[in-house]
């Protein structure tokens, strides 16, 4: 039996979900699913693998993984939290067969992943997406999901974490070939941003981690963060598309990939900061 067990958050993900299970079922693990009310195959298909199913109303990604850390009687000691539309390569693949709690040192609890992300079927190369670092693995009782978070979700842990740089967790969401399923699921998540933006201006939402530019790769994004969400609306989302587009090299990328650059770094980022003006407005009108 596997010392890690796999936790994935479904919602009519048919068209991912047997490609994520199909890869994993080798591992011979326990597997989680958290479907927020799927009327697809995917619990069904998910029940071919043997997985556990447990529904729940979605509310946000954050308060959905807890829900899943909390509800699921995980007797490993490691938990990998997966989204349906990501898979592992071959070379992550054949690390987690070999993996075991033993070869970890103590005092590590944590382990991030390389993730590539694709969009319409391209890689993303440049832009800062070449190698994005995420903690989705972590020691059971030693990690659990952030809640300062509205929309972006991460997990935290106690202590130390380390990095696998060469293996790798493919993120490639089918869906979003249709550039319209892209747009209106930024457009919910751009009303969940602007939420937590315009609480945390207020002091009602903290921050969890503590910003360190020589710390773990969530740390030194929360000192990018700081300084986001002290910018001037409407001038930040020009920066930061130049900052992608033109000096991390985004204008390099295929034409897919530039789309995805403009509107994920540019568009989604001005829409944002309209609904918070909105919000701001509303606030003054009251």
Do not use: C
């Given at each position: 039996m596997s010392d890690i067990s796999i936790v994935i958050l479904t919602y009519n993900e048919s068209v991912h979900i047997r490609r994520l299970l199909s890869k994993i079922a080798g591992l011979q693990a326990p597997i989680y699913i958290i479907d927020s009310g799927s009327t697809d195959d995917t619990v069904a298909i998910a029940e071919q693998y043997g997985a556990i199913v447990k529904v729940n109303k979605f509310e946000n990604h954050p308060k959905q993984w807890d829900f899943g850390l909390r509800n699921t009687n995980i007797t490993t000691p490691w938990i990998i939290g997966l989204d349906a539309d990501q898979y592992p390569s071959d070379e992550l693949l054949s690390k987690l067969k070999s993996f075991s709690d033993a070869s970890v040192p103590a005092d590590v609890n944590g382990i991030y992943l390389n993730r590539h992300n694709y969009f319409q079927g391209e890689r993303l190369k440049y832009g800062g997406y070449r190698n994005f670092y995420m903690l989705k693995m972590f020691r059971n009782g030693k990690g659990w999901?952030?809640?300062?978070?509205?929309?972006?979700?991460?997990?935290?842990?106690?202590?130390?974490?380390?990095?696998?740089?060469?293996?790798?967790?493919?993120?490639?969401?089918?869906?979003?070939?249709?550039?319209?399923?892209?747009?209106?699921?930024?457009?919910?998540?751009?009303?969940?941003?602007?939420?937590?933006?315009?609480?945390?201006?207020?002091?009602?939402?903290?921050?969890?981690?503590?910003?360190?530019?020589?710390?773990?790769?969530d740390e030194r994004k929360a000192v990018f963060k700081k300084i986001w969400w002290n910018m001037p609306l409407f001038v930040r989302p020009m920066i930061y598309f130049f900052y992608r587009f033109v000096i991390r090299l985004g204008f390099l990328e295929t034409t897919s990939g530039r789309t995805f650059h403009y509107l994920q770094g540019f568009w989604f980022r001005f829409l944002v900061d309209a609904k918070i003006n909105e919000l701001e407005r509303k606030e003054k009108r009251k």
């Amino acid at each position: 039996m596997s010392d890690i067990s796999i936790v994935i958050l479904t919602y009519n993900e048919s068209v991912h979900i047997r490609r994520l299970l199909s890869k994993i079922a080798g591992l011979q693990a326990p597997i989680y699913i958290i479907d927020s009310g799927s009327t697809d195959d995917t619990v069904a298909i998910a029940e071919q693998y043997g997985a556990i199913v447990k529904v729940n109303k979605f509310e946000n990604h954050p308060k959905q993984w807890d829900f899943g850390l909390r509800n699921t009687n995980i007797t490993t000691p490691w938990i990998i939290g997966l989204d349906a539309d990501q898979y592992p390569s071959d070379e992550l693949l054949s690390k987690l067969k070999s993996f075991s709690d033993a070869s970890v040192p103590a005092d590590v609890n944590g382990i991030y992943l390389n993730r590539h992300n694709y969009f319409q079927g391209e890689r993303l190369k440049y832009g800062g997406y070449r190698n994005f670092y995420m903690l989705k693995m972590f020691r059971n009782g030693k990690g659990w999901s952030d809640l300062n978070e509205n929309m972006d979700h991460r997990f935290v842990i106690e202590g130390k974490a380390i990095i696998w740089k060469d293996e790798i967790l493919i993120e490639d969401n089918l869906k979003e070939h249709d550039l319209d399923f892209w747009l209106h699921k930024q457009i919910r998540y751009s009303n969940l941003t602007a939420q937590e933006e315009f609480q945390r201006k207020r002091g009602l939402r903290g921050q969890t981690l503590k910003p360190n530019l020589f710390g773990s790769p969530d740390e030194r994004k929360a000192v990018f963060k700081k300084i986001w969400w002290n910018m001037p609306l409407f001038v930040r989302p020009m920066i930061y598309f130049f900052y992608r587009f033109v000096i991390r090299l985004g204008f390099l990328e295929t034409t897919s990939g530039r789309t995805f650059h403009y509107l994920q770094g540019f568009w989604f980022r001005f829409l944002v900061d309209a609904k918070i003006n909105e919000l701001e407005r509303k606030e003054k009108r009251k």
